[in-house]
């Protein structure tokens, strides 16, 4: 267990209205990450942080957001969300950057109608 | 070029037998190769892993094959237990960098 939790676990929305997920973990790590898990799709990566207020954009960042403004807190936002957005979102962290692991929170399952 | 393709999208096996799901990638840079197993309303967690300096890594079970000049890389799970019943996802990065790209998953369903 790598201190990670993922809120909220579900949720469901209408198109256009803004989201935020939230991944918090306890263990101070400086890389962290948001994925999206879609059937045949495996996990793409949607921005990644390497520090606080450090970000970069992944595979699939259109129409998402991100911020860190503390090592515990990685926040994704659908500023309007779409319908093509409905998916399953992890976060995940990583220990350092010698280290291949990605530690990844329990989900969170977004619906979008 | 990006891309890990992984098969088969589903494998059924009986208790004791072998399970062997196939990856194969196009970026030459790779070099590093993950294996993650995920469990139904779980995240992915790390199965076994290799780099391409050796051809085969084993870990009880778990055994990766790695073969280089074709780019390919898989996963047997020997001994296969209905508790080895889960989605197993491949990928691959460049060192331990950022952008890890992980195939399509395989579901694997281990009959009693």
């Known amino acids: 267990d790598a201190g990670i939790t993922q809120s909220p676990r579900h949720k469901v929305t209408e198109t256009g209205t803004p989201v935020t997920l939230r991944c918090h973990q306890t263990e101070n790590h400086r890389y962290m990450y948001w994925y999206r898990q879609d059937p045949g799709h495996g996990l793409r990566l949607i921005h990644y942080?390497?520090?606080?207020?450090?970000?970069d954009k992944g595979e699939v960042s259109d129409g998402y957001s991100v911020s860190r403004s503390k090592t515990e807190d990685f926040l994704l936002t659908l500023e309007s969300a779409t319908s093509s957005q409905t998916s399953v979102y992890f976060c995940?962290?990583?220990?350092?950057?010698?280290?291949?692991?990605?530690?990844f929170g329990e989900g969170s399952r977004l619906t979008v109608l | 070029q990006q891309q890990v393709k992984q098969s088969p999208q589903s494998l059924i096996v009986q208790k004791g037998g072998i399970s062997i799901i196939n990856c194969a990638y196009e970026?030459?840079?790779?070099?590093?190769f993950p294996w993650y197993q995920q469990f139904p309303g779980k995240g992915p967690a790390l199965l076994i892993a290799?780099?391409?300096?050796?051809s085969e890594k084993k870990e009880g079970r778990f055994t990766i094959s790695f073969n280089k000049s074709a780019k390919q890389f898989s996963l047997h799970i020997m001994d296969s237990q209905p508790g080895d019943s889960a989605t197993y996802f491949c990928?691959?990065?460049?060192?331990?960098?950022?952008?890890?790209?992980f195939g399509p998953g395989t579901r694997l369903s281990v009959l009693p």
């Open positions: 942080s390497y520090g606080v207020k450090d970000t």
């Open positions: 290799i780099r391409p300096d050796v």
């Open positions: 990928a691959a990065s460049i060192g331990y960098g950022q952008n890890f790209v």
């Open positions: 970026n030459t840079a790779f070099d590093y």
């Open positions: 995940a962290i990583k220990q350092g950057a010698n280290t291949g692991e990605l530690f």
